[in-house]
């Protein structure tokens, strides 16, 4: 079974100063990651995503991720945030073994608060 | 390109009364599809989803059923509304195909308020 936490339930930040947000996973299995951006009664926007090779993921918006597997972590960085991220993101898995079904298993969401 | 289209984007419902929500998928076939509910501090949870036509797996007991008439369009829906329905439902599609199948794509979302 595969599990996701987000270390901070919420993070405020100033204008144009750095942020990273937290994830963390426990899996038995090889997995996916993902990171996905939901604005105000808003669907899920892919940010970024974790498949194979470099572990340095770069997204949409100047996000970027590292992928960590010593740590099973992948935390979502960006170096100057703007009004307009303010949103929630989630981190997700999903189980990347031959035949696997695409569950996404998610975390429980990180409110990104950017102040003027 | 394609894109996923939910309707409708906000319902409001009494306690007891059958539910139906639509997602349809355009420019693609044969898509993985996914229905996830996403309740006040509770994240998202998936439902149900189906890998082609009359083929549903459920995720969660619940008092909610889910079916996908035709390739690209699955219905999420109840015969009698629970209080405890109440939450942003997400339909989501993935290539069913080798190719790009690894990642999901949300729609708009519908959001449900049971009185």
């Known amino acids: 079974a595969q599990s996701v936490t987000q270390l901070d339930s919420q993070v405020p930040v100033f204008e144009e100063a750095p942020v990273e947000l937290r994830c963390n996973y426990s899996?038995?299995?090889?997995?996916?990651l993902f990171w996905y951006v939901q604005y105000p009664n808003q669907g899920l926007q892919l940010l970024l995503k974790y498949l194979s090779g470099s572990t340095l993921v770069k997204g949409i918006n100047g996000f970027e991720a590292e992928f960590n597997k010593s740590q099973t972590s992948f935390h979502l960085r960006k170096p100057s945030v703007h009004i307009s991220d303010t949103a929630e993101y989630f981190c997700?898995?999903?189980?990347?073994?031959?035949?696997?079904?695409?569950?996404?298993?998610f975390g429980q969401g990180t409110t990104l608060q950017v102040k003027p | 390109s394609q894109t996923i289209h939910q309707w409708p984007a906000t319902l409001v419902q009494p306690v007891g009364s059958p539910l139906s929500l639509e997602c349809t998928v355009e420019g693609t076939s044969n898509p993985n599809l996914y229905w996830y509910r996403q309740a006040a501090g509770r994240g998202l949870q998936l439902l149900f989803y189906s890998v082609g036509i009359g083929q549903i797996s459920s995720e969660v007991p619940q008092n909610l059923s889910a079916s996908r008439p035709q390739d690209r369009q699955f219905i999420l829906s109840s015969k009698k509304l629970l209080l405890s329905d109440s939450g942003f439902y997400l339909c989501?599609?993935?290539?069913?195909?080798?190719?790009?199948?690894?990642?999901?794509?949300f729609g708009p979302g519908t959001r449900l308020l049971v009185l």
């Open positions: 997700a898995v999903s189980d990347r073994g031959s035949g696997n079904t695409g569950k996404l298993i």
């Open positions: 899996s038995s299995v090889s997995v996916y």
């Open positions: 989501a599609w993935r290539a069913g195909l080798a190719g790009g199948r690894e990642t999901q794509y």
